[in-house]
């Protein structure tokens, strides 16, 4: 196991992916975070914070469950649900920015977009997430990306955050055992 | 978790697991989102030999939120009233692709003879079986308590519940002394002791034959019906006399507690165990119970069928 990502790096990575969406949307107030449970939720609320630090306000966060509609539920035993959490405003005419921790197969961001869809239609929808490993198998691309990992299908990458882990630190570790 | 036939089959996790999903689905539905496309595909058979209407359309609209198909078959207007039997039913249902039977049948065990045999491969959940069991109403029940009086606890830990009136043909008070004393509550039974079932010592309850002295002592207090279709002989001497001594009017709403709550499964007979101001009276949560019994049900159906097609456990 490696270390990929040291917490320093990390929160460089929030911080520039903080400016890249004001950048973006031109500052705060028509953008809507939502993380996806567990540690995506946690960035959000950190990539918020960035955000509130630069432009001072209050930009909207939320968190967005994707369980239930996940195309692999038939595959596993049924999971407990994660808490989704709207911001008041609702996500009618925002721009709606999903973090992630990795994104891999694009599935959990498939998913993601059919939960947003049933709660309304958004203005636009871009993607946030601090690991891009590569191996899509939806057309699915990250808008804001805190570090491209080349890896190889059977590595397995995992995210640690304070709030989950005690600690902050991505690393890449060899498949077949997990 | 394959079936769900007795709250005997759950695990306190497990009841704790079905408590917290549907916590979940309650405030996303609420909420953001009326229908999930989580069972699109599955077909649901609601299977009730014997009356319903809460329990019935419940179940219904619980697994069309989650786009499950549901066929609705009762016993009236089916072959089950020329006399088919239990087994030529499970096999027609089992012919036409059923994913889940929700039963509810007279015959005390219907629901373990469709899960036990290999009748029928789809999943089995009990919705009521005679006097024995009905776990989806402990669940949602364990569920309103929780949510009014938790204060945020997974489990009912130091709580106190008093039901009262016909334990005897209660399958509700059964699956509900179960539920909530896995759960960490303490069960007090309230009845005249010809409505108390035999061998009622050995529950893991207190018996009490004096509504006053236990409704000033207790957090929730669940009112049973009276179920004059399955009394065949005379368990009291006059409704009057019952519902003076084990009916809950006026005053003794005024005698809980300020915080607790008046729980009744459904159908009242209003004026008989539960006087219509007390039924109607701020504590009560008996509509209540009712909305949150979609939620319940939502989650059992998902933690029964949202996943592999399987056996074991649920994670």
């Not at chain 2, 939120?65 to 249902?93: C, H, P, W, Y």
């Not at chain 2, 949510?147 to 209660?170: E, P, Y």
């Not at chain 2, 509900?176 to 409505?195: C, D, E, I």
């Amino acid at each position: 196991m490696k270390t990929v990502l040291p917490a320093p790096d990390i929160s460089r990575a929030i911080v520039r992916i903080a400016h890249e969406i004001l950048e973006r949307y031109d500052g705060a107030d028509s953008i809507t975070l939502l993380g996806i449970p567990t540690r995506g939720a946690h960035l959000a609320t950190r990539i918020a914070a960035a955000i509130n630090a630069i432009e001072g306000g209050q930009v909207a966060v939320g968190t967005l469950d994707t369980t239930m509609h996940r195309d692999d539920l038939r595959t596993r035993s049924p999971k407990a649900l994660l808490p989704t959490l709207i911001p008041t405003a609702g996500v009618e005419g925002r721009h709606v920015v999903l973090v992630d921790d990795v994104l891999f197969s694009g599935r959990t961001i498939r998913a993601a977009l059919d939960a947003l869809g049933e709660i309304g239609r958004p203005t636009s929808v871009s993607l946030a997430v601090l690991v891009d490993r590569g191996h899509r198998e939806l057309p699915i691309k990250a808008d804001f990306v805190g570090k491209n990992i080349p890896t190889s299908r059977t590595e397995i990458i995992k995210v640690n955050l304070v709030e989950v882990d005690g600690t902050d630190e991505v690393t890449i570790a060899e498949g077949g055992s997990k | 978790m394959k079936h769900l036939l007795s709250i005997n089959d759950l695990s306190r996790d497990e009841a704790i697991l079905i408590l917290d999903t549907a916590a979940e689905l309650a405030r996303i539905s609420d909420g953001p989102m009326k229908k999930l496309p989580t069972l699109r595909g599955r077909t649901i058979v609601n299977l009730f030999a014997e009356d319903s209407t809460r329990t019935r359309i419940s179940f219904e609209a619980a697994a069309k939120r989650l786009s499950a198909d549901v066929i609705n078959f009762s016993a009236k207007g089916s072959s089950l009233s020329k006399g088919e039997s239990l087994k030529d039913t499970a096999q027609t249902l089992q012919a036409m692709g059923a994913d889940a039977v929700v039963i509810r049948h007279p015959a005390s065990g219907a629901p373990f003879r469709l899960a036990d045999n290999q009748w029928m491969s789809g999943a089995v959940i009990n919705a009521g079986d005679g006097t024995h069991e009905h776990p989806s109403q402990a669940l949602l029940d364990a569920y309103t308590i929780r949510k009014h009086l938790g204060k945020g606890a997974k489990d009912l830990a130091g709580l106190r519940v008093a039901i009262v009136g016909d334990i005897l043909h209660s399958r509700v008070a059964r699956s509900n002394v179960l539920l909530l004393t896995k759960l960490g509550a303490h069960v007090t039974l309230v009845a005249p002791p010809t409505l108390l079932p035999f061998g009622v010592d050995s529950w893991p309850v207190t018996i009490s034959y004096d509504l006053d002295s236990v409704i000033p002592q207790v957090d929730a207090i669940m009112m049973l019906r009276i179920q004059q279709e399955r009394m065949h002989e005379i368990f009291f001497p006059s409704a009057r006399e019952y519902s003076r001594y084990f009916g809950l009017n006026r005053d003794r709403v005024n005698a809980l507690n300020p915080n607790a709550i008046i729980m009744h499964p459904g159908p009242m007979n209003r004026g008989l165990e539960i006087t219509a101001d007390a039924a109607d009276s701020a504590r009560s949560v008996i509509v209540e119970q009712v909305s949150n019994g979609v939620s319940v049900r939502m989650a059992i159906l998902y933690l029964l069928l949202g996943g592999a097609p399987i056996e074991g456990g649920i994670n």
